[in-house]
């Protein structure tokens, strides 16, 4: 089975319709859905001959999105940790909205608080008494922090990746010159998130079918780093939760390996510069992967090189359980997702309707 899905950017949305995803758009959950429904019936309305929609990044899934649901707490997982360790949101009108930096630098795991004690601060309580309002309409379904549909996939950053975000780019010196502090970070983490995921699938009634991790910072060290720091937590976090998806941005090859090394890993989402080929040497074919196109592809005024790159990808799939996906920032060239699109439709073989 091949795929394609994709998804509609702030930049695109905020280009293309003049909306501003300012704070409110994040804390105030009637402006949200107003916004979020715009972009929707926009995307509907434009590319009715596509599967794509308005969400983030490899978080929410067309298939299990729903008219009525309204996102709380709709920010990327890493940035509600950091805001619970103090770390301010920075909205962006036009874009992707981020964290203050630096929120654990020269923290050690005794800085910490225990893992449950997180569920005191008042962003948590907010984020609670918007969903027990919302659960009071009869029209409209609460979709909690750490989830972004209906399905129950549950949607986290990977613990290196978190990890980046909170101490900068140092964890990465850190995990060979103070291996202790690091893993107790991570492992830390990866307690948090299992935390805060169960208690929001409670408040919502939205039990977890599984889990999204994505890891975008795993191509910036090399495999040993990733079995020592990056396998033994996210496993637990199958083991806790559900059945694994995980992102991996950049080339991946050289960490295929290790990945297949994860407890109940059920998918990979990879960028578009890992071999395929040597994924299905490892994985198998029933296994579910998920490739993105290359940026420059997708920004190229020709459509000759996202398709060459299409063709290589199917080559190498070998007729394995394959999805293409994408993200269409504002400076993308849509026509080579059209192309793209056609492509896969194109394919011989049981394709989405």
């Known amino acids: 089975m091949i795929t394609i899905s994709g998804t509609l950017s702030k930049g695109w949305m905020a280009k293309a319709l003049g909306v ?7 804390f105030d959950p009637q ?25 983030e990044s490899n978080l929410g899934q067309i298939d299990y999105w729903d008219n009525s649901q309204i996102l709380i707490g709709g920010i990327q997982p890493n940035m509600i940790l950091g805001m619970l360790l103090g770390a301010d949101l920075v909205p962006q009108d036009s874009c992707d ?32 008494e918007q969903i027990r309002q919302i ?14 549909d209906t399905s129950g996939r549950a949607t986290i950053h990977g613990l290196m990746t978190t990890a980046q975000k909170f101490l900068g780019e140092g964890i990465f010196m850190d995990m060979i010159v103070e291996p202790q502090r690091s893993m107790d970070i991570i492992r830390w983490i990866g307690d948090a998130y299992i935390l805060l995921c169960r ?10 079918t599984g889990v999204h991790v994505g890891e975008c ?34 080339p991946s090859t050289n960490h295929l390996k290790a990945f297949s090394t994860i407890e109940n890993l059920i998918s990979l989402d990879l960028g578009g510069d890992t071999s395929i080929s040597k994924a299905r040497q490892i994985f198998g074919n029933e296994m579910l992967l998920s490739v993105s196109p290359l940026p420059r592809d997708m920004s190229d005024e020709k459509t000759n090189s996202i398709l060459n790159w299409a063709r290589h ?34 394919l011989p073989g049981p394709q989405e309707p």
């Open 199 to 208: 208690h929001f699938a409670q408040i919502a009634d939205l039990p977890i």
């Open 313 to 346: 990808i199917i080559e190498e799939n070998d007729d394995g359980n394959l999805e293409f996906i994408y993200h269409v920032e504002a400076s993308y060239n849509i026509d080579t997702i059209h192309a793209l699109t056609d492509f896969v439709k194109a």
């Open 135 to 148: 659960q009071n309409y009869e029209n409209l379904r609460p979709i909690p922090p750490f989830f972004w």
């Open 217 to 250: 910072s795993s191509c910036m060290v090399g495999p040993d780093l990733i079995k020592k720091f990056v396998v033994p937590a996210t496993s637990k976090i199958g083991k806790e939760l559900g059945p694994l998806r995980l992102h991996s941005c950049g």
């Open 97 to 128: 909205a981020d964290i203050t930096p630096g929120c654990l630098i020269g923290k050690h795991l005794n800085d910490l608080p225990a893992p449950e004690r997180l569920l005191d601060n008042e962003v948590i309580k907010l984020f609670d």
């Open 31 to 55: 402006r949200r859905y107003v916004i979020d429904c715009q972009c929707n019936e926009y995307a509907a309305a434009k590319f009715p001959d596509m599967r794509l929609f308005y969400s």
């Open 20 to 26: 501003k995803f300012d704070r409110d758009y994040y």
